[in-house]
């Protein structure tokens, strides 16, 4: 639980401008060496709604960005989320 909280008091700086440089989830989830579909099966959820995430065509909630990290190895504050897309 404290592990979450983390990342999402992690994730809300990040919103406000945080100071370090963030890496886009494409970039963290290639360097992982791992596909859409691995990555997906890793978070528990579906591929298409893995590509949602990491292109910004939902909103991405604090349980996937912890989850995220865990899979990769960072913090939130070091991802770049994509902006929303209304497309």
Request: net charge positive.
């Amino acid at each position: 639980i404290i592990d979450l909280v983390n990342a999402v008091n992690g994730f809300r700086k990040l919103q406000k401008g945080g100071e370090r440089m963030a890496i886009s989830m494409k970039a963290w989830r290639v360097n992982a060496k791992l596909t859409q579909e691995e990555m997906a099966r890793k978070m528990g959820i579906s591929r298409d709604q893995y590509h949602k995430i990491e292109t910004g065509k939902i909103e991405v909630k604090p349980f996937y960005i912890y989850a995220f990290c865990q899979i990769v190895g960072c913090k939130p504050e070091e991802i770049s989320m994509p902006t929303m897309s209304t497309k």
